[in-house]
Every structure is written in structure tokens, then in C-alpha cells.
């Protein structure tokens, strides 16, 4: 994945993360799987056609960097934890981009330039047709 900033932020994040020593296998198996969380629901989410999935997949990396994120807290890795920030705010403006996306465009036209998906239409569509909004309904 080239020039996504986010997807590179978080592959950096993981591979500083596997650097940590943690003697408590639970702590460690849990810290290990949330890291990779990050990383793996970026990468899957970009992948997706939907703002909708990629919006789903963004809020999953966000709760498992929140739980990374606490759990640098608990083993007092300050430095990470600030390294862990800057992740935070990338994904964080991801996300709501694509939430003001969704906003914006909503269509139900079959194959919909915009967002390629059948049985959508744009919002300016449905509201200067009373007759089509009453059907969708």
C-alpha cells in the first residue's frame, strides 16, 4: 500500500510494539493480538468498496489501538505511549472523513458513479422527487 500514511504509521507502531519485553504471557498474548489489530484492520479496511466497510473496519483498529494504548499505560512504556498518539490522530481523521462522506452521499441510483454500488441514489435525487422517496420507504 503506497502513500497511505496511516497504514505505514501503524505497521511502524506494531514493529516497535514486538520490540517490548513483557514477562506475563497473558499480558503479552493480549498485547500482542490488539497490536496487530491495528495494523491488520487498516490494511483490510482500505481494501473494502464501501465507505460503510472501510468506516467499520477504521473504528475496529481505533478500539484495538485504544487497547493497546491502555496497556503501554500498564506496563509504563511512556514512549510508545506518545508515539501511539500520533497513530491515534490519523486514524481518528480517517475516520471522519469517511463519516462526512457517508453524509454527503447517499445514493440509491443503480451503479452510482460515485460510489459504484447498485440500488443506490443521491440524496439531492430523492429530495427533488417526492414520488421515489415515498417508494423507498
Not at 506475563?24 to 498485547?31: A, D, E, M, T
Not at 482500505?46 to 494504548?69: H, N
Amino acid at each position: 500500500m503506497k502513500n497511505f500514511r496511516t497504514y505505514d504509521l501503524a505497521l511502524d507502531f506494531y514493529q516497535k510494539c514486538q520490540k517490548i519485553k513483557i514477562k506475563n504471557s497473558i499480558v503479552k498474548n493480549q498485547f500482542e493480538r490488539a497490536s496487530l489489530s491495528v495494523v491488520l484492520n487498516i490494511a483490510e479496511g482500505s481494501g473494502k468498496l464501501t465507505t460503510k466497510d472501510r468506516r467499520k473496519f477504521y473504528s475496529i483498529a481505533m478500539g484495538s489501538l485504544r487497547e493497546t494504548q491502555c496497556l503501554l499505560k500498564i506496563l509504563k512504556e511512556e514512549f510508545l505511549l506518545k508515539n501511539s498518539d500520533k497513530l491515534g490522530g490519523y486514524l481518528y481523521k480517517l475516520i471522519q472523513n469517511l463519516v462526512r462522506a457517508s453524509d454527503t452521499h447517499r445514493c440509491l441510483l443503480p451503479r452510482c458513479l460515485l460510489c459504484q454500488l447498485p440500488e443506490h441514489f443521491h440524496i439531492r435525487f430523492r429530495l427533488a422527487s417526492p414520488s421515489l422517496n415515498q417508494e423507498k420507504r
